[in-house]
């Protein structure tokens, strides 16, 4: 990965059934050419960093996000294609916790009362 | 591909049939007081390592940790230190290295007398221990005399795309040439279940699979900790059950022989899960792997010789005993931290080398440094470790209390 600004901006879909993609480089809104299975292109609503998903196909809410062929997760909104698919749009089954963590840090904020 | 055949070179012969990479001396302290000390002992030494147990409690699991440490394939000698108060015996430490066919010795720095006279003791009996091991027998080793286990910390969006795979199939490589593989974190294989239990070699390495997996989930339930840290959700990861998918990847497409606990070696070759995280137990589950140097202590308790650490987001760390080798799949990490990272795994991501082109530049990498050559934390000097409490196989509560 020499350029991290490639054109066409790349992202993977790694299993047939997979309704996200990881971006291989960063996207800013606009195209994203999807590689692996099936070939297409999805227009990227937000600034989506390397590493993160983007739906590459809507989703309603309570619906299983799927990556590698498997459930990681749930919509806790409608999610359309193109957008950021992070912690504001899809839960764990599991982990709570997760779902309170600051969006673009994954920094906790339930222990804030222990920094002073 | 390299097969067993054309891939040997020369190791150090264990008394227990086990071949060593290195031929190190051991420092042990048995309580934080010695800590000091032991490390004191060690410096300057570049083939003396120091691990430590820092409670003055003592407890099964760090004590099985600390012997498995000290009779570990890349350790030739070994010499045990206390203060002298404390739960944890160094003389017993000491006596079973010894009864395993390696020189060791022991003392305690309250009778040797304070910091200065313990330190210089502990560099005579240091001296002594080398010239005993210096004529160890040097055998030929192949892929089928190596243990390697992989850890993967700091992960991110790249991690299960690329740096694990690549393991998988190195692990692929590693067990058909007859060599054992040891992968762990079933904390960080939540939600994955049934395709854990689809790779058992046989029923009873269902069973345990199933326990253990079951022991997992409960486990994480139970404390409300998930393994998972703010920078894997920086870096593009969300959920657990993402996460551990991309962490299985790991796991290569073997079958998998059975469980192995902390401290314990896999009887026979092939694939085999490492189970660290604590049994249900009176004082509570505790914590399991707090950070990724304990995992990687768990992983050369198993008698690892060499370990792999998958990092997307990046990480200093080295180990102690057996040599750590670093991989990314995150070019960019992989330029960032070039001092520290042996492996760029980014290149599969980049489309400039096949999956299995990158497994076998790892297999001739970690070849090599089977063969002498130091992995970067290996030459930077990082040696971090961390023994903790923990209950695994704790026999029941027999006496404590009489109130």
């Excluded at chain 2, 020189?103 to 305690?108: G, M, V």
């Excluded at chain 2, 005993?132 to 055998?139: E, G, H, L, N, S």
């Excluded at chain 2, 551990?244 to 070696?265: N, T």
Aim: hydrophobic share 40%.
């Amino acid at each position: 990965m020499e350029s991290f600004n490639r054109n066409p901006v790349r992202a993977i879909r790694i299993h047939p059934l997979d309704n996200v993609a990881t971006l291989l480089d960063d996207a800013v809104p606009g195209p994203v050419q999807i590689v692996g299975h099936e070939k297409m292109v999805v227009a990227a609503l937000d600034p989506i960093a390397a590493g993160h998903k983007m739906a590459i196909a809507a989703s309603s809410t309570g619906q299983s996000i799927l990556k590698y062929g498997l459930s990681i997760g749930h919509a806790v909104r409608n999610i359309a294609a193109g957008e950021w698919v992070h912690l504001h749009n899809l839960a764990s089954n599991y982990d709570q916790r997760s779902s309170t963590l600051d969006l673009q840090t994954g920094a906790p904020t339930d222990t804030s009362h222990a920094y002073r | 591909m390299p097969t067993a055949e054309s891939s040997s070179w020369l190791g150090w012969l264990r008394p227990d049939g086990r071949k060593g990479v290195r031929n190190l001396i051991l420092v042990l302290y048995t309580v934080e007081c010695a800590q000091y000390v032991a490390h004191a002992i060690a410096r300057d030494e570049p083939d003396t390592h120091v691990i430590g147990f820092s409670g003055c409690y003592d407890n099964a699991y760090a004590i099985r940790l600390m012997l498995a440490l000290a009779r570990h394939p890349n350790v030739g000698a070994a010499l045990a230190v206390g203060l002298g108060c404390e739960y944890t015996q160094a003389g017993r430490l000491a006596q079973l290295v010894r009864e395993s066919g390696r020189p060791a010795d022991d003392f305690l720095i309250q009778e040797t007398g304070g910091t200065t006279r313990s330190i210089d003791h502990g560099k005579s009996i240091l001296h002594k221990l080398r010239s005993q091991i210096k004529d160890v027998a040097r055998v030929p080793m192949t892929l089928a005399d190596l243990t390697v286990g992989c850890e993967c910390g700091g992960s991110d969006g790249t991690s299960g795309l690329a740096g694990n795979p690549v393991v998988g199939r190195f692990f692929d490589y590693l067990v058909d040439a007859g060599g054992r593989a040891i992968f762990e974190e079933t904390v960080e294989q939540i939600g994955l279940k049934e395709i854990l239990l689809q790779r058992a070699a046989h029923p009873s390495a269902l069973q345990q699979l199933a326990r253990a997996y079951d022991k997992a989930e409960s486990y994480c339930k139970s404390v409300r900790q998930w393994s998972a840290s703010p920078g894997n959700f920086a870096g593009g990861l969300t959920t657990i059950e993402e996460k551990s998918l991309g962490a299985f990847a790991k796991s290569g497409s073997r079958p998998i022989q059975g469980v192995v606990r902390v401290s314990e070696s896999p009887p026979s070759p092939g694939l085999w899960l490492m189970d660290s995280v604590p049994d249900p137990h009176y004082m509570q589950f505790g914590y399991t792997n707090p950070n990724d140097t304990e995992g990687i202590m768990d992983l050369i308790s198993g008698g690892c010789q060499i370990v792999l650490f998958v990092t997307g987001r990046g990480s200093v760390i080295g180990s102690p005993i057996s040599p750590l080798i670093k991989i990314t799949g995150n070019a960019r990490t992989y330029e960032k931290m070039r001092e520290d990272m042996d492996f760029n795994a980014g290149l599969v991501l980049s489309g400039e080398q096949t999956l299995d082109a990158s497994a076998l530049d790892l297999l001739a990498l970690t070849l090599r440094v089977a063969s002498g050559e130091p992995s970067k934390p290996e030459k930077l000097g990082h040696r971090e470790y961390f023994i903790m409490y923990k209950h695994q196989d704790t026999p029941g509560l027999q006496q404590g209390c009489h109130a």
